[in-house]
């Protein structure tokens, strides 16, 4: 699958908010209420009965590089992802 980076990340005539990366990397920031696994995070998100975002797994790590890029997620010292409660 070849796409251009910012086609993708934005929403634009061709591409709807929910199927951006920025509008996807909100809708999976929902589910960091404690710390969680890609594993976990990605059962959740697929027995989510979200009829707007569908997401694939690509889209899904893009969303999460996003997220980590701004600060809003981290890693923990036993690799689950947490939400960044002290923000700078």
């Not at 908010?17 to 594993?39: H, K, T």
């Not at 976990?40 to 690509?58: H, M, P, V, Y």
């Not at 981290?74 to 923000?87: A, D, F, Q, R, T």
Request: hydrophobic share 50%; proline share 2%; aromatic share 12%.
């Amino acid at each position: 699958m070849y796409m251009k980076i910012q086609t993708a990340l934005v929403p634009h005539k061709h591409v709807r908010f929910a199927g951006s990366l920025i509008g996807i990397a909100g809708y999976v920031r929902q589910f960091f209420d404690d710390p969680i696994s890609i594993e976990g995070l990605w059962a959740r998100i697929e027995s989510d009965q979200n009829s707007i975002f569908k997401i694939n797994f690509t889209q899904l790590i893009f969303a999460l590089d996003i997220l980590m890029f701004i600060q809003e997620i981290y890693l923990n010292e036993h690799g689950m992802i947490c939400k960044n409660v002290m923000k700078k």
